[in-house]
């Protein structure tokens, strides 16, 4: 049955029901108030999958599911789907001018990751607590206070005060390493450095922290031989989505699409 709001959708003269497209929208992220992005990204979605298929069966590929794991399998039409593309997408190995150009471009991103031996106080707060919150900034800057004439207090106060099981050791949380902990708190350790104190309390949504730096290591940029295979993988990767894009733009063109435009646009 058609949505009254939007017209049929068919494909090479089968149609799309708006049932389905109903159930495919709730799987697109629109901005609030505007359904109809939702139902058009559905719509071509499920256009491409239609069109996926119908090409699979035309050259009579046969479903072969693969274990995703342990006791679940895919569907027979995503099966066919993976071979089709298999057969279709052509990937070229990345040369190695291209790998050395996307490492020098984006050196940043090949760096090993940085060590942390952070300590901390910790004043518990859920993050939509607000009475909660201020008590525990309020407590914070006094312990701060206190700290900035005396330092060295820093361990008897972590023993006193934190609400962290790490306050038995004096508030030391261990070594850390790049994505151990959360965003917030990892970008106030990266602000901070080895053997330092932040005067400013940080903000997490478990509560409000009091921060040293006991010690840290900086990571390292790693040699293009180490990352090669990365690099590889990343190129690939790059290369079958362009292949696919090619692939399933062929199959639109000369096919018989009624009620969405194809040109992926909003």
């Not at 010690?215 to 696919?244: S, T």
Request: aromatic residues 6%; charged residues 30%.
């Amino acid at each position: 049955m058609a949505n009254p709001l939007f017209p049929a959708v068919m494909v090479n003269g089968l149609e799309i029901s708006s049932d389905d497209i109903a159930n495919e929208a709730q799987n697109h992220s629109v901005p609030k108030g505007k359904p109809g992005l939702a139902w058009r990204a559905a719509a071509r979605a499920l256009v491409i999958r239609e069109l996926l298929l119908q090409e699979a069966r035309r050259r009579d590929l046969q479903p072969h599911p693969a274990e995703l794991e342990p006791g679940k399998f895919e569907t027979d039409d995503d099966a066919m789907i993976r071979d089709l593309l298999d057969l279709g997408v052509q990937v070229r190995q990345p040369t190695e001018d291209a790998m050395r150009r996307l490492y020098n471009e984006r050196t940043q991103m090949f760096c090993s990751p940085t060590l942390y031996e952070p300590a901390h106080i910790l004043f518990t707060a859920a993050p939509d607590d607000v009475k909660a919150r201020n008590e525990a900034l309020m407590k914070a800057e006094t312990v701060l206070d206190s700290l900035r004439v005396s330092p060295r207090g820093f361990g008897q106060m972590a023993r006193e005060l934190s609400e962290c099981p790490s306050k038995d050791m004096d508030g030391q949380l261990g070594q850390l390493t790049t994505g151990d902990t959360v965003p917030e708190f990892e970008a106030a350790m990266d602000k901070l450095e080895a053997g330092k104190l932040c005067f400013e309390p940080v903000e997490t949504r478990y509560g409000i922290h009091i921060l040293r730096m006991n010690a840290k290591a900086p990571g390292e940029i790693l040699p293009f031989e180490q990352v090669k295979v990365q690099l590889r993988e990343m190129l690939e990767k790059v290369e079958w989505v362009n292949g696919a894009n090619a692939f399933v733009s062929e199959l639109v063109a000369k096919a018989e699409i009624v009620g969405i435009k194809m040109d992926f646009a909003a």
